[in-house]
């Protein structure tokens, strides 16, 4: 698919969904944006090419409404201070009034729309607010891959009427490292996996069982895992519905021949506290009232050496409650080793963004993805929804 670069863009509208759905404190302060500077990219190229430029985002979940501590207004403050320019903020996305401030935009000009998510249209994909927003727009271009999971109005409704449609720098970046660590990958490859639950996670297995060398299970989803092995795993989550599919998923990737890394010891407690007390005990015994929340040391080192000999390494997902000092030794242990592998490296989600950034290894791994869901979605092998519409849009144009 064409990517933003291959538009002629002159004195054209260029509509960019981008994903800003970054953090604010009580004041509505931007906490983290690393995504908006991951856009700018794309807003730079658009604007060296005599474009009028849209910017089109959601942020947080308002659900259809109007909520003030949603809106985009703190966002385009930010992107004026990092663009060194003006940008206008409207109060809205659709509608008469945004249709003027469009129609009497200058070249280099710079607005951003009002949160999309406050109309319910937008996460129902509705073709008439598709349609609205694509009237705004000569040429599309979708760099949002925090959303690209989602069939919104914004990232699949749109495609149909807009002629010019492609993708920007940021999606081109986050599918050519997916392709290179998915679809032929330098091996060997290792994917490791953590987070709370299997539900999230096991299409990944499957998926991962047909690709990858090695897969190495942390986090609350491995005592699923362990559940399925018949270790009693006291008080830590289990998904009992899904042990059988655990089961399953396991004799899958030992019948690829690949290798199934799974804890040895953990942290345990008998709540999630700070102050809360915790041993290190086997994972075959963990006592009945505790509950594992982290990896033991016996672990950690038993995935550094699984990843010693990686020269690609996929990860989502943290190896217990980090958030937590007492239960972050195990998720910042894998981190260093992570940043240590003399290969391809890909993180994604976002607590495995946060985790990375607290051990600081974000400079020592290759590449930080911007997608929770969109990655997960990938490392299922599913097509993503949006980047089927832009396919679509263009074989139909052929």
Known sequence: MKCIDEFELKDKRVLCRFDYNVPLDESQNIVEDSRIKASLPTINHALSEGAKVIIASHLGRPKGKRVPELSLAPVARRLS???????????????DDVRREVEAMSRGDVIVLENLRFYKEETDNED?????????????????FGNAHRSHASNVGIVRHVKECGIG???????????????????????????SKVSEKLGAVENLSRIADKII????????FLKAMDIDVGRS?????LIDDARRGMEQARDKGVKLYFPVDTVAASKIDLEADFKIVTAQEIPPDLMGLDIGPATA???????????????????GVFELEP??????????????????????GGDTDA???????EDNVTFISTGGGAFLWLLQGKKLPSMLALEEKEQAQT
């Open 237 to 241: 989550i289990v998904e009992e519905d």
């Open 169 to 195: 720098f940021l999606m081109k970046n986050e599918l050519e490292y997916f392709s290179k660590a998915l679809e032929n990958p330098v091996r060997p490859l290792v994917a490791v996996l953590g987070g």
């Open 355 to 361: 985790a990375v950034r607290k051990a600081g290894e």
């Open 128 to 144: 008439k607010f598709a349609r609205q927003l694509a009237s705004l727009a000569d040429v599309y271009i979708n760099d949002a």
């Open 327 to 348: 239960f972050a030794k195990g998720t910042y242990a894998v981190a260093r080793a992570i940043g240590r592998v003399r290969g391809l490296t890909i993180i994604g």
């Open 81 to 95: 201070q990092l663009l060194s320019k003006d940008v206008k903020f409207l109060p809205d996305c659709i509608g």
């Open 217 to 224: 299970v942390g986090g609350g989803m491995a005592y699923t």
């Open 301 to 319: 080192i038993l995935f550094k050496t699984a990843l010693e000999n990686a020269r690609t390494v996929v990860w989502n997902g943290p190896m």
